[in-house]
């Protein structure tokens, strides 16, 4: 009942930038955290960003400096801006929610991931 769209993934080159979205949909009271993971082939699944209700963030040392997580709460959207991208920020990119529904059930949310490739 709970849906996580992501959009914004896409083609880049080196060096340029991408937006991401992820809109969380449904019967919710509330979101705590939320944050964009990604994951390569062959490689492990990765926390890129996160960002707290009290909007407190972090980042992985990869991204650090290059990549901010934002959200507004009003519209239960998390955002990714990721500048000077690296062929190595290849991956599809998913995005994580914890929900909490109106009756108070709650939610560890993902979306489908959307692709982000940077090539030249």
């Known amino acids: 009942q709970v849906q996580l769209v992501e959009s914004g993934g896409g083609l880049v080159q080196p060096g340029g930038s991408l937006r991401l979205s992820c809109a969380a949909s449904?019967?919710?009271?509330?979101?705590?955290?939320m944050g964009w993971y990604r994951q390569a082939p062959g490689k492990q699944r990765e926390l890129v960003a996160s960002?707290?209700?009290?909007?407190?963030?972090s980042y992985a040392d990869s991204v650090n400096g290059r990549f901010t997580i934002s959200r507004d709460n009003a519209k239960n959207t998390v955002y990714l801006q990721m500048n000077s991208l690296k062929p190595e920020d290849t991956a599809v990119y998913y995005c994580?929610?914890?929900?909490?529904?109106?009756?108070?059930?709650?939610?560890?949310?993902w979306g489908q991931g959307t692709q982000v490739t940077v090539s030249s």
């Open positions: 994580n929610a914890d929900v909490i529904l109106t009756w108070g059930l709650r939610f560890g949310s």
């Open positions: 449904g019967p919710i009271r509330s979101i705590n955290v």
């Open positions: 960002i707290t209700s009290g909007v407190r963030t």
